[in-house]
Structure formats: C-alpha cells, structure tokens
C-alpha cells in the first residue's frame, strides 16, 4: 500500500511570495490534515476535511493560508504572501475510519 | 485546556537501558492518546496508542501507562537501541470523526528527542 505522497520536499521563497504543496492521501482515506510543524516543536494542525469537505480549520490564518481538497482525493495547501515565521514543515496526513492517522514526508518550507 | 505538556526536551539513554518519556493533559474529555516517532526528514509514524479506559498497553519493547486521575500518561522503551533514536511526540484527541465536530485531529506535545548510545 502506497503512502502519503507530498511535494515537493523543499522549497525556498522570499517574503510576500506566494507557494501551494500538493499531498496525495493513502487511497480510499476519506480524511485528510494538513499540519504545521516549526523547527523543535510538536505538529499543529491547520485544516482537516472529511472528502472533500473541511470540518476544522479554526487553526489556518485564512488571511494568507487557503486549502482545498477537490474530488475528495488530493489536496493542495496555499500561503500568499509568506512571512517569515511560516518557515516550517508542512505534514500531510490521512486517516479512514480509525484514529490512526499516516503522516507523508512533509515539505520543508524556508521563507527568506 | 487544548495542551498537552512533555517531558524530558531530550534524553540521553544507554543501549539497553529503559527510555521514560511523560506527558500531561488537562482536557478530560480527550479519549485517545497515542506515541508518535520521527526520525530527521521523515514524517511522524504511529509507535502505539491507548484509550484510557485501560491503565497499559505493551507492544514488543514499548508500553504505554496511563494515570487518568493524574491526566498522566508516559511512554516506556525497554531494552533501548541505537535505533530507537530518533524524536518521540504524545498525543491527544477527542476521537474519530463518528462524534462530530473537529474530533479526530491530533494534538501534540512538543516532543523528546531521544540518543541511545552504544
């Protein structure tokens, strides 16, 4: 079984640029997370959907974070512009009907 | 209410030493508290997870105990590896996404980065 697929793995932008990560879940994983995770710290989640609906984002800075999850499938997570303090990782992660939630490799984010 | 608190930032441990790893919560309502391992430049992998209506759950070289009067759980490596190194993440939620809301996401602690020596 394939994993959860995420890139790229590292991008490197200037302040006020703008930049999408794209994540493919497990397949037939009806949910998927998009976390936050800064350099020593524990992941934060941002945004959850269930298919291709969100059930939380109370976390995304939707002022410059947006997220979408068309067909239910794959999803891509936007920051414009980026600021410094958005240099992290960003984890992708899926889940089906159990708690077990699998994390893809992330995409290490530097904003310069 | 939201944290969950841990402990030790770091640990160094023998190899074949016992590796304690602890973690707090204040939030009585999470009913699911897993471990998660990271190793450098890969994501967080699920090592084990309980339910607090059991007090330990073993599987192979790691167990996990749980005090709900104390809102305390901890993570036990018995036998520690070189390969056990890596940075070790508790975790709590509210459960699957069957009760409604925003229950299912995890929230973590800040976690314990773990060297075996040999």
């Known amino acids: 079984e394939a994993g959860v697929a995420q890139s790229p793995r590292y991008k490197i932008i200037e302040k006020r640029q703008s930049v999408a990560f794209w994540c493919n879940p497990i397949?037939?994983?009806?949910?998927l997370y998009w976390y936050q995770q800064i350099l020593g710290q524990g992941p934060k989640l941002l945004i959850q959907f269930q298919n291709n609906g969100v059930v939380d984002d109370s976390q995304l800075p939707k002022d410059r974070f947006s997220a979408e999850r068309l067909k239910g499938v794959d999803s891509t997570l936007k920051i414009q512009p980026a600021k410094l303090e958005d240099s992290a990782v960003y984890l992708c992660a899926s889940s089906h009907q159990t708690d077990t939630q699998y994390f893809g490799p992330g995409t290490r984010l530097t904003v310069l | 209410q939201q944290q969950v608190k841990q402990s030790p930032q770091s640990l160094i441990v023998q190899k074949g030493g016992i590796s304690i790893i602890n973690c707090a919560y204040e939030n009585t309502a999470f009913d699911y508290f897993p471990w998660y391992q990271q190793f450098p430049g890969k994501g967080p992998a699920l090592l084990i997870a309980i339910r607090p209506d059991v007090s330990e759950k073993k599987e192979g070289r790691f167990t996990i105990s749980f005090n709900k009067s104390a809102k305390q759980f901890s993570l036990h490596i018995m036998d520690s590896q070189p390969g056990d190194s890596a940075t070790y993440f508790c975790a709590a939620s509210f459960g699957p996404l069957n009760y409604g809301g925003s229950q299912g996401n995890l929230i973590f602690g800040k976690g314990t980065k773990l060297s075996v020596k040999p």
């Open positions: 397949s037939g994983h009806a949910t």
